[in-house]
């Protein structure tokens, strides 16, 4: 229940304030972002079970990493995927590579 409510207001506010482009209807866009939140849930789950269980490194500090692994997958993939018009990469915008 706790994990529904957080990706619903996740959604709303990724939509509402951070990203300012809107790709597609709402339906298919909220259920593509459901997917990369899902995405990156099972890439958190799979983090720490390699970084606890595979190299006997501390929960806190696997957490610490995986957690940010994992927000910096979701802004990229949300912002690639949904939130920015076709063609456009939001690495290459973050690195400043071909802006004039």
Known sequence: MGYTAGLLVSYWLNALWVFDYRRYRVSFEFALFTLIVLVGLVLSELM?????????????????????????????????????????????????????
């Open 48 to 100: 720490m079970f390699l970084l606890v269980s595979g190299s006997g490194l501390n929960y806190l500090v696997a957490k610490v990493i995986a957690s940010g692994f994992v927000f910096f997958f979701n802004y990229v993939a949300k912002k690639s995927l949904l939130f920015s018009p076709e063609g456009k990469n939001p690495l290459r915008e973050a690195q400043g590579v071909g802006l004039e």
